[in-house]
């Protein structure tokens, strides 16, 4: 699978260096749209790829799929255009919460768009429990260190949000991508639940998903640990991307 790679951030290194870097054997990236060429130029010899600042010349080059490994920003800018002609998977989920957006990227005339699990797990289950309305309630529990989450020094862990993740997303649109992710695949931004927990004893964040429904109960818990290479992005994130990318260009499909 040839593969275009918009940005070059922690996520985009980390896939030059476990893909090209690592000689994959069903996937390459071959290209990769950034703002600077100067700043990335030297990415051309090192992973053997053709850096375009052009995204009309970008698309038109020969690759499979094109992922999006910059910031909510970029995406809201350049998705609209990306997803008229190529595949595309979407890290930046972030974005979707743009409604507008969002109409764009499910319109019939768009090409297929692939969201990684990212930072938890469990999607499947919760969309196969979602099947001929087995599903009526879904929670999502975050805890991060009560640095990332209030200016103010706190004590005692702190419940800094109980509500719906549409309210959420408006008020933490930097803490809340999981939620996002949780409520496309389960029961939308309006009736997903959940509570946002600030903890002056954390060292990771750790993200409890409990669903309930016709098929039953269910709950996960998954702590993430940083990406060495950049502590602000979790290494299930970057892990799930590789992951996604290598069961896409796979004969057997588990869980579709």
């Not at 087995?134 to 509500?163: M, W």
């Not at 996002?180 to 002056?200: F, H, M, N, Q, Y």
Request: aromatic share 4%.
């Amino acid at each position: 699978m040839n593969i275009g790679l918009v940005g070059s951030g922690a996520i985009g290194q980390y896939l030059l260096k476990n893909i090209n870097g690592k000689t994959h054997e069903h996937l390459n990236i071959r290209s990769v749209f950034v703002r600077n060429y100067d700043k990335y130029k030297d990415l051309e010899e090192q992973y053997n790829v053709e850096l375009f600042t052009d995204l009309k010349k970008f698309l038109a080059a020969d690759t499979d799929l094109i992922v999006e490994a910059a910031n909510v920003e970029t995406v809201k800018t350049l998705l609209p255009d990306i997803i008229k002609e190529k595949d595309t998977m979407l890290i930046s989920i972030g974005a979707l919460a743009d409604e507008g957006l969002l109409k764009t990227v499910t319109a019939e005339n768009s090409k297929t768009l692939h969201l990684p699990s990212g930072g938890i797990g469990g999607l499947d289950l919760v969309q196969n429990a979602r099947a001929l309305g087995n599903l009526e309630k879904v929670t999502l529990t975050t805890r991060k260190p009560a640095s990332s989450l209030v200016d103010e020094p706190v004590s005692a862990e702190t419940t800094v949000f109980k509500g719906k993740a549409r309210e959420a997303i408006d008020k933490f649109p930097k803490n809340m991508n999981i939620s996002i992710i949780l409520s496309l695949a389960g029961l939308g931004i309006d009736k997903t639940e959940v509570v946002l927990i600030a903890d002056p004893e954390a060292d990771k964040n750790t993200h409890t998903i409990n669903i309930s429904g016709g098929f039953g109960d269910a709950e996960l818990t998954v702590s993430n640990n940083p990406l060495p290479e950049n502590p602000k992005t979790s290494a299930l994130a970057a892990l799930s991307v590789y992951a996604t990318l290598e069961r896409m260009a796979e004969n057997v499909k588990i869980g579709c």
